[in-house]
T-cell receptor
Framework: SQELEQSPQSLIVQEGKNLTINCTSSKTLYGLYWYKQKYGEGLIFLMM?????EEKSHEKITAKLDEKKQQSSLHITASQPSHAGIYLCGADTGGTSYGKLTFGQGTILTVHP | NAGVTQTPKFQVLKTGQSMTLQCAQD?????MYWYRQDPGMGLRLIYY???????DKGEVPNGYNVSRLNKREFSLRLESAAPSQTSVYFC?????????????FGDGTRLSIL
């Protein structure tokens, strides 16, 4: 099974609706990074979480890391067409993987006007 | 504000041909990475360079070689391209390979091998 699982794989919402994307790890997360990717482009860094229970927000996007540091969620409030794209979580699980990221499969978000 | 620049953006090769993908960053970063992105599999690390003069294998290194030419440049070489190497390749860099340092990505190279 994958070390890092994202859900859902795809999401279609109406503009103005709230949505949540989850990222679950089989290992303790020493760093969790959220990225957004538009088709045909590179990854844009959104937020980074390190501490259990940590929560960060930027504009209408909020990311949280649970207390056990094995699950993160990305929440978008009042979605807009500009939020559409692929959201990826990347995890540093420490140990021999220290400083290297493992990525989830990505969540494809479509926002209908 | 170039950030991470990858060339070429698109390439079509025939099986058995060789090619080098170029990556350069202008952020004075120490660590650089090469990933491939395939549908349904996220990004997988091919090789990385924690600092100038060092390179190490990632998750999927077979069929690839890398060169950290200097602090700015990190190239990825396919010696004998195979159809299984059809993918989108991303280069990334970060200040240092330690927790708390986000990686910055280029726009990718779309590679098709016939």
């Amino acid at each position: 099974s994958q070390e890092l699982e994202q859900s859902p794989q795809s999401l279609i919402v109406q503009e103005g609706k709230n949505l949540t994307i989850n990222c679950t790890s089989s290992k303790t997360l020493y760093g969790l990074y959220w990225y957004k990717q538009k088709y045909g482009e590179g990854l844009i860094f959104l937020m980074m979480l390190q501490k259990g229970g940590e929560e960060k927000s930027h504009e209408k996007i909020t990311a949280k890391l649970d207390e056990k540091k094995q699950q993160s969620s990305l929440h978008i409030t009042a979605s807009q067409p500009s939020h559409a794209g692929i959201y990826l979580c990347g995890a540093d699980t420490g140990g021999t993987s220290y400083g290297k990221l493992t990525f989830g499969q990505g969540t494809i978000l479509t926002v209908h006007p | 504000n170039a950030g991470v620049t990858q060339t070429p953006k698109f390439q079509v090769l025939k099986t058995g041909q060789s090619m080098t993908l170029q990556c350069a960053q202008d952020m004075n970063h120490n660590s650089m990475y090469w990933y491939r992105q395939d549908p349904g599999m996220g990004l997988r690390l091919i090789y990385y360079s924690a600092s100038e003069g060092t390179t190490d294998k990632g998750e999927v290194p077979n069929g690839y070689n890398v060169s950290r030419l200097n602090k700015r440049e990190f190239s990825l070489r396919l010696e004998s391209a195979a159809p299984s190497q059809t993918s989108v390749y991303f280069c990334a860099s970060t200040w240092s390979q330690s927790v708390g340092q986000p990686q910055h990505f280029g726009d990718g190279t779309r590679l098709s091998i016939l």
